[in-house]
């Protein structure tokens, strides 16, 4: 028996259920991740606050989001992310191939894009702790202060996913990710 239950749109809680309803919309399908996210109302309202503020406030376009997702998905080993963010990843123009490189902590298509994949990696593996270093090879690369603070909320969200999906053993429902060479 799973951990979490897979939710459905007939057994969700009433307080989960118009933002899993708009979710299915803007997904196509009921992810898995979002069915199991509905147990708790807080839950699914957590991660729908922090979407909602990258959607209103946010300023780095679909590409940089899902290279960051792909680190961070692969730092935390976070299966069910590296598929999920690979196929969004595809749809913000990123080639298989560059999808594994980002993986792969292996990005050699883009300097300014592994700055910033780098930096999160470390930020990721260290509690959130990036070396000075790290901080000006980013700012180096070409990104502003302004984007370096904004890169936090994509981390943190990435890192609430990738936390949800390892606590409540989510289940794929979507192609998996290549394997890394």
């Not at 147990?39 to 209103?56: C, F, K, L, Q």
């Not at 780098?118 to 000006?136: C, K, M, Q, Y």
């Not at 984007?147 to 936390?163: D, G, Q, R, W």
Request: hydrophobic share 40%; with cysteine; proline share 4%.
């Amino acid at each position: 028996m799973p951990r979490i239950p897979v939710h459905t749109r007939a057994t969700v809680p009433e307080n989960s259920s118009d933002l899993i309803e708009m979710l299915e919309r803007k997904h196509g399908k009921l992810l898995n991740i979002h069915a199991k996210m509905a147990d708790s109302p807080a839950v699914i309202a957590a991660y729908d606050g922090i979407s909602r503020a990258i959607a209103t406030y946010g300023t780095l376009d679909a590409r940089t989001r899902e290279a960051i997702a792909l680190a961070v998905g692969h730092e935390n080993d976070c299966t069910y992310c590296q598929a999920a963010h690979t196929g969004s990843a595809r749809r913000a123009g990123f080639s298989v191939e560059e999808t594994v490189a980002i993986r792969a902590n292996a990005i050699d298509f883009d300097d300014k894009l592994a700055a910033l994949t780098d930096l999160v990696r470390e930020s990721a593996r260290n509690t959130g702790s990036v070396s000075p270093e790290t901080w000006e090879r980013a700012l180096s690369a070409g990104w502003t202060q302004a984007e370096l603070s904004e890169t936090f909320v994509h981390l943190a969200i990435n890192l609430y996913t990738n936390f949800f999906n390892h606590y409540a053993e989510t289940e794929l429902d979507v192609p998996a990710a290549p394997q890394l060479p």
